[in-house]
Each structure stands twice: as C-alpha cells, then as structure tokens.
C-alpha cells in the first residue's frame, strides 16, 4: 500500500493550496482517508477525514470553515481544499488510511495504518 501526498507550498496569509492524497496498492473506495499534519517540535494532529464514499467529512476544529475535502475513486486520489490560509497552519501534512474505517471521523495518528509521505506546507505572515 502506498500514498502519496503533495500539493505543498509556500503561500501568503490568505492564499489557498490543494492537496492531493494518490493512493495504490489499497481498495481505496472502501476506506476513509484522513489528513493530518505535524508542525516542528509537535505531536502529529488530525486535521480531517473523508468517507470512503466522499458522501461525509469530518473536521478539526482549528480548520472548519476553511478547509474542504473531495476525493475521486476512479482516480484513487483525495483532495484538500485549504482556503484563507494562516501561519498556524504551516506544517508537513500527511494523508493517511485506517483499513478498518470507512466513515469520516475523529482518527488518532495511533490508529492510521497507512501514511504516506507529507508534503510540507508553509503560510507566510
């Protein structure tokens, strides 16, 4: 199972980025998939989760509102829409996959059994 995240980049206060999660190796439209991100010196946090249908998302508190999710089966890829960008934001985001959960929902970083390679994300003020 691999996936793929990427997207990142260096964006002003304000800006917008979209984030793709490429999954392989994976029934990728049987699970949700859940982004999380790790800013420097802290723990790993979720960010958000869609359902394996795309039908339900779920997000953290610190992004609701801002942040928006879609996912294409055909493709095996998921998306974040990050809009109205701040400085808290910065950090390497990862995507991630529990093959237990289809739903969208709160997941720990425990709890992922896939991940795949972040992409880091950097909001300048």
């Known amino acids: 199972v691999q996936l793929q995240a990427s997207g990142g980049g260096l964006v002003q206060a304000g800006g917008s980025l979209r984030l793709s999660c490429v999954a392989s190796?994976?029934?990728?439209?049987?699970?949700?998939v859940a982004w999380f991100r790790q800013a420097p010196g802290k723990e790993r946090e979720f960010v958000s989760s869609?359902?394996?249908?795309?039908?339900?998302?779920y997000f953290g508190n610190s992004v609701k509102g801002r942040f928006t999710l879609s996912r294409d089966n055909t493709k095996n890829t998921a998306f974040m829409q990050m809009n109205s960008l701040e400085p808290e934001d910065t950090a390497v985001y990862y995507c991630?996959?529990?093959?237990?959960?289809?739903?969208?929902?709160?997941?720990?970083?425990?709890?992922?059994?896939?991940w795949g390679k972040g992409t880091q994300v950097t909001v300048s003020s």
């Open positions: 991630g996959v529990n093959a237990a959960i289809p739903t969208a929902q709160y997941m720990t970083a425990r709890s992922v059994h896939y």
């Open positions: 190796g994976v029934m990728f439209n049987r699970y949700a």
């Open positions: 869609i359902s394996s249908s795309g039908g339900s998302t």
